[in-house]
C-alpha cells in the first residue's frame, strides 16, 4: 500500500529533518490574543521574488500550538486560511476548538501567508466608521482602493508596482513548504476553508509527497473565476431561500407576500433611506442602492441562521424599515478574524481570477447580475498581476486522502464546484455534500469528530472510508420571526 511506503520514508527522512531543523531557527514562547496558553512563535525568512533571491526579502511568521502529550505524532496539522487575505493566526483562537483532540498528539500549526496577518501585510487603512452611504458607493471604494495601492507601493520590501504580483497562492505555498521544512515535518496534514481550499490543492500539486491527509472545507477550485461566481452562486442561493420558505408553513403564514416584497424591493431602488449606523447607533441618511441590498442578502445566505432573518429583514425594508438589511450588511466583516488585507486579495484575484473573467462560462444571476465583475474588472485594470503557471489551473490525481465538505445551501462556494475537485482528485477523495449547511462545514454538528477521525486514522484505506453521515442530520433553521413586544407586554399584563 502506498501508505505503507510512505510510513517508512516518514521513518527515515524523520531523523534526517529533525537534525536539520536543530540547526535551524529556533521557535520562541509567545501569546496569541484568545488563545489560553502560550504558544511558539516562528519566522521564515523568504525572497518577495524567487528568481531574485538576493532582492527584497520578506517574513513568513507563523504560530505553533505545541500539542499535549509528550509523544506527540511526527505529522503537524496546517491551518490554512480564507479570503484571499485572511490571517491564520487571526483566526486561530475561533478554530483552535475544532483542532481539540488532535492537538493531544499533534502540533497545530498557523501561517500567515505572505500579504496577511505578520508576514508582509498588503493590509488597506480603515477607516474609523465608514458611513453607509460610503459602504453603497462603488466608486467611492475604488478611489479607497487605488489609493491603498499607492501607500502600499511605499512599503519597504516593494521596490516596484510589479511586486506586488509576487503575492500569488504559488509563491505562498512555496513558502509554507518552507515552514514544513525548518519545523522538520516530512509529512503534513493540511486543513483549508474557502479559498484555503485552492491554496491545498495548490500545495498537493507542487509538493504531493509531503501531504498525509487533505481536508478542504467549501471548495474554491483555481478555476471557479470568483467574481463571476458570485453572482451565479449567490442567486441559486437566494432562490433557494425563497423556494424554502414557499413549503414551510411558519415561513409562508409570517411573509406571504415574501417574493413580491423583494421585487417590489428591487424595483424602487436606488432610493433616499434613514438607518441607524450598525456599530454607533447614529441615524444616517444614504441612498440605499441594489449593490447595497444584494451584498447585505448575500453576507447572510453564508450562514444558515443569519440567513434565517432575511425573509424578515426584506418585508422590512420593502415596508421602508431598513434596519435589519443594513444590520445584516455589517456582519460579514465586522470581526477581527474575518477581515481581509485588500491588498493582498486583489494581488491574488487580479492575478489568478481576472485573466479568466472573459471566458467565464457562469450565467450572471437574475437578481445578481455582473456587478462583482465589474468592479473586479475595474480595480484589477489598475492592480499588478503577478505570472501565473498554466499548471496551476489544473488539478492533478492525488494519492492522498482528501476529506472534501460542502454546504448544500452555500452561496460562494456550492456542491458543483466540489464535485469536479472530487472527481479529478480521484478515488482517494470522498466529497460530503451536507444539505442544509452554508458557507464552511466544519464548525456544525459532529464536523469535528469527523475531522479528528479522518486524520487520526492508522492507514489510508481508513481514512478514506470515514463515516460522515451524521451530518445529513443538520437541520435548517426555522424562520426568524421578532418579537412582537406589545403583544407580548399585553399578555404579560392579563395574567
Known amino acids: 500500500m502506498m501508505f505503507g511506503r510512505r510510513a517508512v520514508a516518514a521513518v527515515a527522512l524523520g531523523l534526517i529533518a529533525s537534525a536539520a531543523n536543530a540547526q535551524g531557527q529556533a521557535l520562541t514562547d509567545c501569546r496569541v490574543a484568545g488563545l489560553r496558553n502560550s504558544v511558539k512563535c516562528g519566522v521564515v525568512q523568504r525572497a518577495l521574488d524567487p528568481a531574485r533571491p538576493e532582492g527584497p526579502k520578506i517574513n513568513v511568521h507563523y504560530v505553533v500550538v505545541p500539542a499535549m502529550a509528550r509523544r506527540k505524532l ?101 513558502d509554507l513548504d518552507a515552514v514544513r521544512q525548518q519545523l522538520g515535518a516530512t509529512q503534513i496534514n493540511l486543513v483549508g476553508i474557502s479559498y484555503g481550499t485552492r491554496a491545498i490543492l495548490e500545495y498537493l500539486r507542487q509538493f504531493p509527497n509531503a501531504v498525509r491527509r487533505a481536508v478542504l472545507d467549501s471548495v474554491a477550485p483555481p478555476d471557479m473565476v470568483l467574481p463571476a461566481s458570485f453572482s451565479t452562486d449567490g442567486q441559486a442561493a437566494f432562490d433557494a431561500l425563497l423556494a424554502a420558505c414557499e413549503k414551510q408553513p411558519d415561513c409562508t403564514k409570517a411573509y406571504p407576500t415574501l417574493r413580491a416584497d423583494w421585487a417590489a424591493l428591487l424595483a424602487s431602488l436606488p432610493k433616499p433611506a434613514t438607518a441607524p449606523h450598525p456599530l454607533s447607533g447614529t441615524p444616517e441618511h444614504f441612498t440605499l442602492t441594489r449593490d447595497m441590498v444584494l451584498g447585505a442578502v448575500r453576507g447572510a445566505l453564508y450562514n444558515p441562521a443569519m ?64 456587478t462583482q465583475v465589474t468592479l473586479y474588472q475595474r480595480v484589477c485594470a489598475e492592480w499588478p498581476r503577478g505570472a501565473v503557471p498554466q499548471a496551476f489551473y489544473s488539478i492533478p490525481p492525488s494519492r492522498t486522502p482528501a476529506l472534501l465538505l460542502s454546504g448544500g445551501l452555500d452561496p460562494a462556494t456550492p456542491p458543483r464546484h466540489a464535485e469536479r475537485v472530487a472527481k479529478a482528485l480521484g478515488p482517494a477523495a470522498q466529497l460530503v455534500v451536507v444539505p442544509n449547511a452554508g458557507h464552511s462545514v466544519l464548525g456544525i454538528g459532529c464536523a469535528r469528530d469527523v475531522l479528528y477521525r479522518f486524520i487520526d486514522a492508522a492507514d489510508d484505506t481508513a481514512a478514506t472510508a470515514v463515516d460522515a453521515s451524521c451530518l445529513k442530520a443538520v437541520p435548517r433553521p426555522g424562520v426568524f420571526r421578532p418579537i412582537d413586544l406589545a403583544n407580548t407586554d399585553a399578555k404579560e399584563g392579563s395574567k
Open 74 to 174: 511526527p505529522d503537524p496539522v496546517f491551518l490554512i486560511a480564507g479570503g484571499p487575505g485572511q490571517s491564520a493566526i487571526d483566526v486561530a483562537p475561533q478554530v483552535m476548538p475544532l483542532f481539540g483532540r488532535l492537538n493531544n498528539r499533534r502540533d497545530i500549526v498557523f501561517v500567515d501567508q505572505r500579504g496577511t496577518g505578520e508576514s508582509a501585510a498588503l493590509d488597506c487603512p480603515e477607516s474609523k466608521r465608514e458611513s453607509l452611504g460610503a459602504q453603497a458607493d462603488n466608486d467611492a471604494q475604488i478611489k479607497l482602493l487605488m489609493q491603498c495601492k499607492a501607500a502600499l507601493l511605499k512599503k519597504p520590501y516593494i521596490k516596484a508596482p510589479a511586486d506586488l504580483g509576487f503575492f500569488t497562492t504559488t509563491l505562498a505555498i512555496q
Open 307 to 370: 440567513a434565517a432573518a432575511l425573509p424578515a429583514a426584506i418585508t422590512d425594508a420593502a415596508a421602508g424599515r431598513y434596519e435589519g438589511l443594513v444590520g445584516m450588511g455589517s456582519l460579514l466583516g465586522s470581526r477581527r478574524g474575518l477581515r481581509l488585507a485588500m491588498g493582498m486579495h486583489f494581488s491574488v484575484v487580479c492575478a489568478e481570477d481576472a485573466p479568466l473573467m472573459a471566458k467565464a462560462t457562469d450565467k450572471a444571476g437574475a437578481d445578481f447580475g455582473s
